[in-house]
């Protein structure tokens, strides 16, 4: 090759004016696009807080009429949930203060949860009850009211359910798994050290201990017969004479309102028309609102788009 074939490019400068104002370009747009984005979510926040504000309006106008006190006992009974004893209790309390409410109804769709959770909102209705004796409250059951849902339903003046909601599992349940055998396999030795003798007992790396099975028998057998009174309390002698009332099983509402865990048939609607005589049912129930909901999606967006910005492709996000 000569050195006539080697030309030499006197364009380079021009090039790399070209490919910085290019380079410039893209980046205004590119920040001209996140701009018009966080002003879109800016936007659209505030409109959703209006919304919520003009939704929390309309229910405190509602409440200033007669009515009927609706709470939801939804999903599992815990401390930190929807269905916690903090949450049903406020709603509690604010429906029986409203001279406004004329009753209140429970409608619980609950498979149970914590017995403690359970107990609490239990003590309270009973509380209440006998401040406010002239205010009636009914528990309605949707789909399912078992275990501790049925132990809400139980301080109740009434119970209602439709003839398919499953009622009942008045009983106690800790369970778990054994995995000696698995581990004798596999070649792995479990090392665990405690003070106390039996400050890992039902450790399910551990073979088993029959006298912490007693233990825990007995101690769950307690909470049982707790759950037992409750019930009895509650209901009275509204309850058929029958030994598998307590043994833990379930039964449909049809099947319930014979053994008497249940007093009639009927929905929410039905209750607050026909029993309370105020048919317009203004939910109490404590839930996030919907801002705090849309802040909570907004912020977990916001968080997935920076980590796709900085590659952070297999950040989690929880």
Known sequence: ?????????NNWEKDTINDLLFASIKEQ???????????????LYLISVFVAFEFDNKS?????????????VSGVIAAGNEASADNIVTALRKAFKNDKAAGVILRINSPGGSPVQAGYINDEIVRLRAKYPDKPLY????DICASGGYYIAAAA????ADKASLVGSIGVIMNGFGFTKAMEKVGVERRLLTAGEHKGFLDPFSPINQEEVVHTKKMLADIHKQFIDVVK??????LADDEKLFSGYIWSGEKSLELGLIDALGSSSYVAREVIGEEKLVDYTIKPSFADRFADRLGASMSKT???VLGLKDMQLK
């Open 60 to 72: 405190a106008a509602a409440e200033l009429n007669a009515h009927t006190a609706l709470i939801e």
């Open 29 to 43: 747009r590119r920040t001209r696009r996140w701009n018009l984005a966080f002003r879109f979510f800016i936007v």
């Open 139 to 142: 528990a309605v059951i949707v």
């Open 1 to 9: 090759m000569s050195e006539n074939d080697i030309k030499p490019n």
């Open 157 to 160: 003046d009434t119970i209602y």
């Open 306 to 308: 920076l980590a796709n």
């Open 233 to 238: 309390n509650g209901r009275g002698d509204r």
